[in-house]
C-alpha cells in the first residue's frame, strides 16, 4: 500500500506568499528527505531529517517521527521555487527501504 | 567530490535492445541505488545494492539486472528493452541509509 502520501498534489503561490507541503507515514519512518526535481527531471537534495527541523534561507522542513509525517514550509515563493517537491521516507523492516511520495507540483505566479 | 556521475545523460535504445547504463561516486559509499523516473510519477527504487549484495524490488526483478564489480562503479541492464522502459534513471548512493542520498544527474532514456 501507500507509505507515503503527500499533500498537495499541485500548488499554485503567488510570489511573496508561504505555504507549506506535507508527507503523511501509514508506518513509523526514520527518516526523510526532500527534492526538488529540476526541469530537466533530475532531483535536488533539499534536506535530509532525522526527527527534528532544519532551516535553509526560506526554505524550513519539519519531521516529526511520533506523528508520522514532514513538512516543508516555503517563506516569500519566488518564481525560481517552481518545481515538483518529492518527500522520500526511509523505513525499516528487515533491512532498509526508501519510498517517495507522489510528489507536489508547485507553480509560483508573479 | 560529492558527485554521482552517470553516463550518458541521453540513451536511445531499439525495441528488443539490450541497454546498459553507467553509475559511478568517488565517496566511498557502500550503498548505490537505481530509481526510474516517469513523467507525473515519483521516483520508483528499482534495485540496490549494499557492498556485494543486490537487492531487487519484487516487481521488477525479471526486468532489470545490475552489476558492481567495485565500490566506485554500478550499472543497470535491460536485457531486452520495451517501450515502457522510456524513463529517467537515477542513480544514488549514500552509506546505507544513516546517510542523506546523492543523486546523479540521470539518464534520460528513450526507447523507439
Known amino acids: 500500500g501507500d507509505k507515503v502520501k503527500q499533500s498537495p498534489s499541485a500548488l499554485s503561490l503567488q510570489e511573496g506568499t508561504n505555504s507549506a507541503l506535507r508527507c503523511n507515514f501509514s508506518?513509523?519512518?526514520?527518516?526523510v528527505q526532500w527534492f526538488l526535481q529540476n526541469p530537466r527531471g533530475s532531483l535536488m537534495n533539499l534536506f535530509y531529517?532525522?526527527?527534528g527541523t532544519k532551516e535553509n534561507g526560506r526554505l524550513k522542513s519539519a519531521f516529526d517521527s511520533k506523528e508520522s509525517y514532514s513538512t516543508l514550509h516555503i517563506r516569500d515563493a519566488q518564481l525560481e521555487d517552481s518545481g515538483t517537491y518529492f518527500c522520500?521516507?526511509?523505513?525499516?523492516?528487515?533491512?532498509?527501504?526508501?519510498?517517495f511520495g507522489t510528489g507536489t507540483k508547485l507553480q509560483v505566479v508573479p | 567530490d560529492t558527485t554521482v556521475k552517470q553516463n550518458p545523460r541521453y540513451k536511445l535504445a531499439r525495441v528488443g535492445k539490450p541497454v546498459n547504463l553507467i553509475c559511478s561516486q568517488t565517496?566511498?559509499?557502500?550503498?548505490m541505488y537505481w530509481y526510474q523516473k516517469k513523467p507525473n510519477q515519483a521516483p520508483k527504487l528499482l534495485l540496490f545494492?549494499?557492498?556485494?549484495?543486490?537487492?531487487r524490488e519484487a516487481d521488477t526483478f525479471e526486468k532489470f539486472q545490475s552489476s558492481r564489480p567495485n565500490n566506485s562503479f554500478c550499472s543497470l541492464y535491460i536485457g531486452s528493452a520495451g517501450l515502457e522502459y522510456s524513463a529517467m534513471y537515477l542513480c544514488?548512493?549514500?552509506?546505507?541509509?544513516?546517510?542523506?542520498?546523492?543523486f546523479g544527474s540521470g539518464t534520460r532514456l528513450t526507447v523507439l
Open positions: 531529517l532525522v526527527p
Open positions: 522520500a521516507a526511509e523505513f525499516r523492516n528487515s533491512g532498509t527501504y526508501q519510498r
Open positions: 565517496m566511498n559509499h557502500d550503498t
Open positions: 544514488a548512493s549514500g552509506t546505507g541509509g544513516a546517510e542523506t542520498l546523492y
Open positions: 545494492y549494499y557492498d556485494k549484495i543486490l537487492n
Open positions: 508506518i513509523a519512518a526514520t527518516t
